[in-house]
């Protein structure tokens, strides 16, 4: 076996399902959730510019999807097939069985049961609250009832007659999401619903959306570029790079057995670590580490030269006492209640290492680098070290861990 | 609730380029073109087109009227720019009461302000008379370029004014305060950091300062300067003469020259400098400038405003009136329905065209925006003219009996002040979030109902601005209402052209102050409706 053959059955999520539920605790599946809607093979291209290529992706009835990515990753245009405001180029989107778009052509979002928070909200300015809220369900033949009570769902009772411009971010936030949920659709849609909000009131707000949307049992889809608030609310993440699919799975799933490095780096602070399969263990700059420790690396093979994901709380480093040192201190972060050290290897390695404020190691000092981690490592086959910021390779004793992720 | 319909249904795909529309602002652009054509069709129907255009009368035309248009243009700039700065940076006293008394002139018709100069500064006038008991018996002529200029200048430099304005109360004043701190003097700043930003707004005021000095046909007439539309319109009164071939040559070459004003003033615009987002900054402390400033505003003021309504109330006092030639309460009305009727149309005929060039950026758009805007830069004069042939050759009896005449009226007013409604309806468009339409389709409604529901109300103010200014454009225009009125359908400005050409000034006086009156008023829907902030939702 090849290693890009491996490097694409690897973590495939029908074959470590099992393995997956005991480690995490969670059904890999819910066995009844039905596929809501169906992204199969689309593409997007505006001229000449592809923004998405060959995606396809399944969308679970119930279930709060994150597509997650760097700006200009396709997942806005993505979302906006979903909704009918944009015409696939090519492949087909399905929604309950039923084709809604294919190749030039799409019913539009007004014929489908599709819901959207806008990312700026999009509130009719001329229109109070309340008539925003009802804009979308008038034939209900209880109308004022269900905007009263969509508005006492997302707490804002008594806020009726409020016009947009006299309410907050948040309050305005709230009045989208009732606007969009007023006519019961099938599938919600939120274009960065958090990226117009002061940072304090973004971690209120993901937690009160989490909760509306649970409450009312909506589909939801929503799109970031924030991997905190992708991995803090979703039930699932896609992770997109350059209009593709990089991976989908539960946040932990991603987070913990990345199947590219794009998404390794994407997700967090992530380093490399070079070692060589040889018997039961892999030899690396940090020693031998056990084959068991490895999620998915077995003895076939062996003599394979491979790379350990790191992050940096993986790794300890500690001055030396009993041991022999194996790295030195050549770059160091305060970040607060955190210290972000880049240690280089004796073999040439790049290492993060995250420390508690209160330990101090000196800039250049010589220090012993230990293996921490109490849970398996993801590993990838050496060669094609991509980055998050930008793809470019690297050579092993050049810069090997990505300044993109956690800060 | 939506309902979905199945792809093999086929039926109400979207789509992405609206195609009807798309046509209908194209047969709308087309005909707004076509009185181009008779212009260009009567020149070269002319006997010895080529001698006529070489003779040395038509020569000094064309020399008299570049002179003009460089001097209005240039002074325009050297009395806008800096009472826009003025009446924006600095700590002017009475800054906010200056603001709007510096942009009342545009109010004025240029051919009001014209009469009263004449009546004050010209022979036989007030001046004269109250310096005869010291023994100062002639004034130096005001007739001729001198006495145009000032007058034009007094009432086109609101444009360079308004838009300076607007621009530099968009730019970001921080970046003055910046070079400032990067020991750059007053003026060193001025002129490397805020002329740079404002220079294309400015550009923009002067083009429209140069196209109407191009187009004005009341001043030049009242002040005797032989310029194209002055000569255009004696040469087409003179049937006998045969003056009628020279009209149609001169209008030819006016619309040329037109088009080289629009080329210069997009070359000297440039792309321009836009700061992302604007910021008030120091404001600029006048000093021992602060009491000349004043006077200088004071100046203006009084010169354009102040003299034209005294010199109204002195005509009114003790003019001399001719029973023959009363006015009529009917005449106010004849203007008000005229021009209610082109406001309305015009505000009707920009939205197809304002919503298309907002909304998509597909060249056919663009295309069709700029082609409406080519009558804005054809002068009154000459559309009357060409629409006067147009009638002439196919209205047949309806001409002969002046049954046609108030159709081409309104048509020649539209032709002329449509730009002014899809600019400003354009700019309304472009205030709604794209995303607010969005939303109201994701919510079940079909693209008509959305626009009409969301859009619609958010854009109105717009429309009815554009619709005002439109109004009061019509309620002044002077050439071609006099070339295409019907016989004995009489208008404020028609009529008051008449009484004060023939010198009975007191009966010119009530209609004017009417005229001014409702000006204002509709000046201040215009005002309003700017006021209206469209979209917190902007970004």
Request: hydrophobic letters at 45%; a negative charge; one cysteine or more.
């Given at each position: 076996?090849?290693?890009?053959?491996?490097?694409?059955?690897?973590?495939?999520?029908?074959?470590?399902?099992?393995?997956?539920?005991?480690?995490?605790?969670?059904?890999?599946?819910?066995?009844d959730?039905k596929?809501?809607?169906?992204l199969?093979?689309?593409?997007?291209?505006?001229?000449d510019?592809?923004v998405?290529?060959?995606?396809?992706?399944?969308?679970?009835?119930?279930?709060?999807?994150?597509?997650?990515?760097?700006?200009?990753?396709?997942?806005?245009?993505?979302?906006?097939l979903?909704?009918g405001?944009e015409?696939?180029?090519?492949?087909?989107?399905?929604?309950?069985?039923?084709?809604?778009?294919?190749?030039?052509?799409?019913?539009?979002?007004?014929?489908?049961?599709?819901g959207?928070?806008f990312?700026?909200?999009?509130?009719?300015?001329?229109l109070?609250?309340?008539?925003?809220?009802?804009?979308?369900?008038?034939?209900?033949?209880?109308?004022?009832?269900?905007?009263?009570s969509?508005?006492?769902?997302?707490?804002?009772?008594?806020?009726?007659d409020?016009?947009p411009?006299?309410?907050?971010g948040?309050?305005?936030?709230?009045?989208?999401?009732?606007r969009?949920?007023?006519?019961a659709p099938?599938?919600?849609?939120?274009?960065?619903?958090?990226?117009?909000?002061?940072?304090?009131?973004?971690?209120?707000?993901?937690?009160?959306?989490?909760?509306?949307?649970?409450?009312?049992?909506?589909?939801?889809?929503?799109?970031?570029h924030?991997?905190?608030e992708?991995?803090?609310?979703?039930?699932?993440?896609?992770?997109?790079?350059?209009?593709?699919?990089?991976?989908?799975?539960?946040?932990?799933?991603?987070?913990?057995?990345?199947?590219?490095?794009?998404?390794?780096?994407?997700?967090?602070h992530?380093?490399?670590?070079?070692g060589?399969?040889?018997?039961?263990?892999?030899?690396?700059?940090?020693?031998?580490?056990?084959?068991g420790?490895?999620?998915?690396?077995?003895?076939?093979?062996?003599?394979?030269?491979?790379?350990?994901?790191i992050?940096?709380?993986?790794?300890?480093?500690?001055r030396?006492?009993?041991?022999?040192?194996?790295?030195?201190?050549?770059?160091?972060?305060?970040?607060?209640?955190?210290?972000?050290?880049?240690?280089?290897?004796?073999?040439?390695d790049m290492?993060?290492?995250?420390?508690?404020?209160?330990?101090?190691?000196?800039?250049?000092?010589?220090?012993?680098?230990?293996?921490?981690?109490d849970?398996?490592?993801?590993?990838?086959?050496?060669?094609?070290?991509?980055?998050?910021?930008?793809?470019?390779?690297?050579?092993?004793?050049?810069?090997?861990?990505s300044?993109?992720?956690?800060? | 609730?939506?309902?979905?319909?199945?792809?093999l249904?086929?039926?109400?795909?979207?789509?992405d380029?609206?195609?009807?529309l798309?046509?209908?602002a194209?047969?709308?652009?087309?005909?707004?073109?076509?009185p181009?054509?008779?212009?260009v069709?009567?020149?070269?129907?002319?006997?010895?087109?080529?001698?006529?255009?070489?003779?040395?009368?038509?020569?000094?035309?064309?020399?008299?009227?570049?002179?003009?248009?460089?001097?209005?243009?240039?002074?325009?700039?050297?009395?806008?720019?800096?009472?826009a700065?003025?009446?924006?940076?600095t700590?002017?006293?009475?800054?906010?009461?200056?603001?709007?008394?510096?942009a009342?002139?545009?109010v004025?018709?240029?051919?009001?302000?014209?009469?009263?100069?004449?009546?004050a500064?010209?022979?036989?006038?007030?001046?004269?008379?109250?310096?005869?008991?010291?023994?100062?018996?002639?004034l130096?002529?005001?007739?001729?370029?001198?006495?145009?200029?000032?007058?034009?200048?007094?009432?086109?430099?609101?444009y360079?004014?308004?838009?300076?304005?607007?621009?530099?109360?968009?730019?970001?004043?921080?970046?003055?305060?910046?070079?400032?701190?990067?020991?750059?003097?007053?003026?060193?700043?001025?002129?490397?950091?805020?002329?740079?930003?404002?220079?294309?707004?400015v550009?923009?005021g002067?083009?429209?300062?140069?196209?109407?000095?191009?187009?004005d046909?009341?001043?030049?007439?009242?002040?005797?300067?032989?310029v194209?539309?002055?000569?255009?319109f004696?040469?087409?009164?003179?049937?006998?003469?045969?003056?009628?071939?020279?009209?149609?040559?001169?209008?030819?070459?006016?619309?040329?020259?037109?088009?080289?004003?629009?080329?210069?003033?997009?070359r000297?615009?440039?792309?321009?400098v836009?700061?992302?987002?604007?910021?008030?900054?120091?404001?600029?402390?006048?000093?021992?400038?602060?009491?000349?400033?004043v006077?200088?505003?004071?100046?203006?003021?009084?010169?354009?405003l102040?003299?034209?309504?005294?010199?109204?109330?002195?005509?009114?006092?003790?003019?001399s009136?001719?029973?023959?030639?009363?006015?009529?309460?009917?005449?106010?009305?004849?203007?008000?329905?005229?021009?209610g009727?082109?406001?309305l149309?015009?505000?009707?005929?920009?939205?197809?065209?304002?919503?298309?060039?907002?909304?998509?950026?597909?060249?056919?758009?663009?295309?069709?925006?700029?082609?409406?805007?080519?009558?804005?830069?054809?002068?009154?004069?000459?559309?009357?003219?060409a629409?006067?042939?147009?009638?002439?050759?196919?209205?047949?009896?309806?001409y002969?009996?002046?049954?046609?005449?108030?159709?081409?009226?309104?048509?020649?007013?539209?032709v002329?002040?449509?730009?002014?409604?899809?600019?400003?309806?354009?700019?309304?468009?472009?205030?709604?979030?794209?995303?607010?339409?969005?939303?109201?389709?994701?919510?079940g409604?079909?693209?008509?109902?959305?626009?009409?529901?969301?859009?619609?109300?958010?854009?109105?103010?717009?429309?009815?601005?554009?619709?005002?200014?439109?109004?009061?454009?019509?309620?002044?225009?002077?050439?071609?209402?006099?070339?295409?009125?019907?016989?004995?359908?009489t208008?404020?400005?028609?009529?008051?052209?008449?009484?004060?050409?023939?010198?009975y000034?007191?009966?010119?006086a009530?209609?004017a102050?009417?005229?001014?009156?409702?000006?204002?008023?509709?000046?201040?829907?215009?005002?309003?409706?700017?006021?209206?902030?469209?979209?917190?939702?902007?970004?």
């Amino acid at each position: 076996m090849s290693f890009d053959e491996q490097s694409q059955t690897y973590g495939d999520t029908t074959e470590n399902g099992i393995v997956d539920q005991l480690r995490y605790g969670h059904p890999e599946r819910d066995p009844d959730a039905k596929t809501l809607f169906e992204l199969d093979a689309v593409s997007k291209a505006y001229d000449d510019t592809t923004v998405i290529d060959d995606l396809s992706l399944e969308i679970r009835e119930g279930e709060l999807l994150t597509l997650l990515g760097p700006s200009g990753c396709g997942k806005t245009t993505t979302l906006r097939l979903i909704a009918g405001l944009e015409t696939p180029s090519e492949g087909r989107l399905v929604q309950d069985g039923t084709v809604v778009a294919r190749s030039e052509m799409s019913i539009p979002a007004d014929q489908r049961d599709v819901g959207v928070v806008f990312q700026d909200f999009a509130l009719f300015p001329h229109l109070t609250a309340a008539e925003n809220v009802g804009f979308g369900i008038e034939d209900h033949e209880n109308r004022g009832e269900r905007v009263r009570s969509l508005l006492e769902l997302v707490g804002l009772s008594g806020l009726e007659d409020a016009r947009p411009e006299t309410l907050s971010g948040g309050q305005r936030q709230r009045v989208a999401l009732a606007r969009s949920l007023a006519p019961a659709p099938e599938l919600l849609l939120l274009d960065e619903p958090f990226s117009n909000l002061d940072v304090d009131l973004r971690v209120e707000m993901r937690e009160e959306v989490r909760r509306i949307l649970k409450e009312t049992g909506v589909t939801a889809v929503s799109v970031t570029h924030d991997q905190e608030e992708a991995m803090s609310i979703s039930d699932r993440v896609a992770v997109m790079n350059a209009g593709q699919l990089e991976q989908i799975g539960r946040p932990e799933q991603v987070f913990q057995q990345p199947e590219s490095r794009f998404v390794a780096s994407f997700l967090g602070h992530a380093s490399f670590l070079s070692g060589t399969v040889s018997g039961d263990v892999v030899t690396t700059g940090l020693g031998e580490v056990p084959l068991g420790r490895i999620h998915g690396l077995s003895a076939e093979y062996e003599g394979s030269r491979v790379d350990l994901l790191i992050r940096p709380d993986d790794v300890r480093g500690a001055r030396p006492a009993g041991h022999a040192t194996n790295g030195t201190v050549v770059h160091r972060r305060y970040l607060g209640p955190t210290v972000l050290y880049r240690v280089e290897l004796e073999s040439g390695d790049m290492l993060g290492l995250m420390h508690n404020h209160a330990e101090e190691i000196a800039l250049d000092a010589p220090i012993s680098v230990q293996l921490t981690a109490d849970h398996d490592l993801a590993w990838f086959p050496r060669g094609r070290r991509q980055m998050a910021d930008g793809g470019r390779s690297t050579s092993p004793s050049t810069r090997a861990d990505s300044e993109n992720g956690t800060e | 609730m939506a309902t979905r319909t199945g792809i093999l249904d086929g039926t109400e795909w979207s789509e992405d380029v609206p195609l009807g529309l798309l046509l209908l602002a194209a047969a709308i652009a087309a005909v707004l073109l076509s009185p181009l054509l008779w212009v260009v069709s009567s020149a070269l129907d002319a006997s010895d087109w080529v001698g006529l255009a070489t003779a040395p009368r038509t020569l000094s035309v064309l020399v008299n009227s570049g002179l003009l248009v460089g001097a209005v243009t240039s002074m325009s700039m050297l009395v806008g720019v800096p009472a826009a700065y003025l009446t924006v940076r600095t700590d002017l006293p009475a800054r906010r009461a200056f603001t709007i008394l510096l942009a009342l002139p545009l109010v004025i018709p240029s051919y009001i302000g014209a009469f009263a100069f004449l009546s004050a500064f010209g022979p036989r006038g007030l001046l004269q008379a109250a310096l005869e008991p010291v023994g100062i018996e002639t004034l130096p002529s005001i007739y001729g370029l001198a006495g145009t200029t000032v007058v034009l200048t007094l009432y086109t430099y609101p444009y360079v004014y308004i838009t300076s304005r607007a621009s530099l109360l968009s730019m970001d004043a921080r970046l003055v305060d910046a070079a400032r701190t990067l020991s750059h003097s007053r003026w060193a700043a001025f002129r490397r950091i805020t002329w740079p930003q404002i220079r294309p707004a400015v550009a923009a005021g002067a083009l429209l300062v140069a196209l109407y000095t191009l187009s004005d046909f009341g001043t030049p007439a009242v002040m005797r300067f032989d310029v194209f539309t002055r000569i255009i319109f004696v040469e087409y009164n003179d049937i006998l003469g045969g003056g009628r071939d020279l009209a149609s040559l001169l209008s030819l070459q006016l619309i040329a020259v037109t088009v080289v004003i629009l080329a210069v003033e997009s070359r000297v615009r440039g792309s321009g400098v836009r700061t992302a987002r604007s910021a008030p900054g120091m404001t600029v402390e006048l000093g021992r400038w602060r009491w000349p400033a004043v006077l200088a505003c004071l100046l203006v003021v009084s010169l354009a405003l102040l003299l034209p309504l005294a010199i109204l109330g002195v005509w009114y006092l003790n003019g001399s009136a001719s029973a023959s030639l009363d006015f009529r309460l009917g005449y106010v009305l004849n203007s008000v329905t005229i021009a209610g009727v082109a406001a309305l149309l015009c505000g009707v005929l920009a939205l197809p065209i304002a919503y298309l060039s907002s909304q998509t950026a597909h060249p056919a758009a663009w295309i069709v925006e700029r082609a409406s805007y080519v009558g804005y830069a054809v002068p009154g004069v000459v559309m009357g003219l060409a629409l006067v042939f147009f009638g002439a050759r196919y209205g047949g009896v309806f001409y002969r009996q002046g049954l046609i005449l108030l159709p081409l009226l309104v048509f020649a007013y539209v032709v002329r002040f449509l730009p002014q409604a899809i600019g400003s309806s354009r700019a309304a468009f472009l205030g709604v979030s794209g995303s607010l339409e969005e939303a109201a389709r994701t919510l079940g409604h079909s693209p008509g109902q959305a626009f009409r529901r969301v859009t619609l109300p958010l854009v109105l103010p717009g429309i009815v601005g554009g619709a005002a200014l439109v109004f009061l454009t019509t309620m002044k225009e002077l050439p071609a209402t006099l070339l295409l009125r019907p016989p004995g359908f009489t208008t404020l400005v028609s009529y008051i052209w008449t009484v004060q050409q023939a010198g009975y000034y007191a009966q010119a006086a009530l209609p004017a102050v009417l005229l001014l009156v409702v000006s204002a008023g509709s000046m201040l829907v215009i005002l309003a409706s700017e006021q209206y902030d469209i979209g917190w939702g902007r970004r």
